[in-house]
């Protein structure tokens, strides 16, 4: 249940028996030859099937992240850190006037945990909230699968491949995983990552694919219990 769909009325009922919510965080960032907006569609894929199974109301996306690195790829469009952050302190505490206070942050991008210290501040200042974040492709389940299978999760690889996030043909042979010397900035780290996958397969098979999914949302809807 997307609050899109809803109207301020139907809103203010659902806080009558319900006052959790889901936030999705990612970035408009290239991804090799997967969508610029991978980084949403993953966690709004899980959003939604959490919210089938839970109906726990889910907020529209923050499209864009931190991704300064990536901005020599066109396409690519960054906040600064001190924007986000301040963006996510300012979403959280208007939920928070609403009457939400149990609140899920689904993120799909790495660059976007700066947040986190921002919202302990957030949390420690705002009475009986609980607020968690789920950074999906780090999660312990997420690596029990790349480990039975033998692969190695990163950036715009398999591990970003799900069928609503390819939008071209993607090669058939694994990238070799390019020297990364340091901290890089936009235009070097264009010429470092090339494509812009960090290597390995560019794509599993749906087995993976949906064992990977399975085992996200698994953990999504044990968080939204709030235990």
């Known amino acids: 249940m997307r ?13 009558k028996h319900d006052d959790r919510l889901i936030l999705i965080t990612g970035a408009t960032e290239q991804h ?27 907020a529209p996306p923050l499209n864009f992240g931190c991704s300064p690195y990536f901005q020599a790829y066109p396409g690519t469009f960054s906040l600064r850190v001190s924007t986000f952050v301040a963006v996510v302190d300012d979403v959280v505490r208007s939920a928070y006037q ?18 986190k210290t921002q919202l302990s501040e957030t949390a420690s200042s705002l009475e009986d909230v609980q607020i968690r974040w789920y950074d999906w492709w780090l999660s312990h389940s997420i690596e029990d699968v790349a480990v039975k299978h033998s692969l190695k999760p990163t950036h715009a690889n398999w591990l970003e491949a799900f069928p609503f996030t390819i939008v071209s043909e993607l090669p058939s042979e694994p990238k070799t995983p390019p020297y990364v010397p340091g901290i890089l900035g ?29 085992a996200a949302l698994a953990d999504i809807l044990q ?4 235990e």
């Open 3 to 15: 609050i899109e769909d809803l109207n301020w009325m139907d809103v203010e009922e659902y806080l």
């Open 32 to 58: 090799g030859y997967l969508s610029l907006l991978t980084d949403i569609r993953i966690p709004q894929a899980l959003a939604d099937a959490a919210s089938h199974a839970t109906g726990v109301l889910v």
């Open 98 to 115: 609403a009457g939400f206070r149990r609140i899920l942050f689904l993120n799909g991008h790495g660059g976007n945990t700066a947040a």
């Open 186 to 214: 936009a235009k070097q780290a264009r010429q470092v990552y090339g494509d812009g996958s960090f290597g390995g397969p560019y794509q599993a098979s749906d087995e993976v694919v949906n064992e990977m999914f399975a």
């Open 223 to 226: 968080l939204l219990k709030f």
